[in-house]
């Protein structure tokens, strides 16, 4: 996001400065946000994760999604990819399914954390192919992809940025891309959907939030901001170098894409019976 919050900063005439509150979940640095003034001068950065998945995941969340936080613009979008060891016996989607089916509960599928978006894409395609898999959540996805090339998890869903040079490498072997189109700097692999889950697709979306309240000439003018820095050209090049797509919109449409994903990924959870606490 820093690319964008210089060219933020450019179009607004003033710095946009990040302050990172790492957390698990997001929780911190989005009940920061939620509390603070609706003033336009603070604005967080929410995701697939801190706005959707954490309304079922947690019982107790500090904040509502929906009534604490204002949507300013979805900004960007990060397909996975379905990566597994190099020696394991599946090539693609359909062998992958027909092997798991074969070991129940014995294919290892490594994620960076319970309630992770990698995790949950893990999940949805485990429920829509009846396979059973057995979830190893690491503190990071460099752990699990070091454990992977050593031959310990079999496979697991990562960003493109972060296993494409392993892929290229011939370490592990790709299967699939969990967008419903392929991924330019990967053209050879195929979609979930083209490998037999029709209508398959989970994007990493995340975007621009401001407290409740903030005046919506405000939310205006910073959606009018970040629309723009995400066809700024250092922003664009960045962007290429780690595969993400810029996805501008309205405040209304990422409000929308909020409320659509409740329900799916609250479903994924109930169904994985997985929670935080």
Do not use: C
């Not at 909020?258 to 997985?274: D, L």
């Amino acid at each position: 996001m820093r690319p964008i919050a210089e060219a933020m900063g450019r179009e607004l005439g003033k710095p946009v400065v990040i302050d990172n509150r790492p957390s698990a979940g997001g929780i911190v640095g989005t009940q920061l946000v939620a509390t603070s003034a609706a003033d336009g001068y603070t604005i967080g950065y929410g995701n697939m994760v801190t706005l959707a998945v954490n309304r079922t995941f947690y019982t107790r969340l500090p904040y509502d999604p929906e009534k604490d936080l204002a949507p300013i613009g979805l900004a960007i979008g990060n397909a996975y990819v379905l990566v597994a060891r190099k020696d394991l016996p599946a090539n693609n989607l359909a062998e992958l399914v027909a092997y798991a089916k074969q070991h129940p509960g014995k294919v290892v599928m490594g994620s960076l954390g319970i309630g992770s978006g990698a995790h949950l894409a893990g999940e949805l395609v485990q429920g829509s192919t009846g396979i059973r898999m057995l979830h190893v959540p690491y503190k990071s996805g460099a752990q699990a992809l070091g454990d992977m090339v050593n031959g310990q998890v079999d496979v697991m869903f990562d960003n493109v940025s972060g296993i494409q040079q392993f892929i290229a490498g011939k370490q592990i072997k790709a299967l699939a891309v969990t967008s419903l189109q392929r991924v330019p700097v990967l053209p050879q692999v195929p979609t979930v959907d083209e490998s037999g889950i029709k209508g398959f697709e989970v994007v990493a979306w995340g975007g621009l939030v401001a407290p409740a309240g903030t005046p919506m000439p405000v939310i205006r003018k910073l959606n009018a901001a970040l629309n723009k820095a995400l066809a700024d050209p250092a922003v664009v090049k960045a962007n290429a170098a780690l595969s993400i797509e810029a996805m501008p919109s309205t405040p209304e449409a990422f409000a929308s894409l909020i409320r659509s994903e409740v329900p799916r990924w609250g479903a994924t959870v109930r169904r994985a019976g997985i929670k935080a606490d």
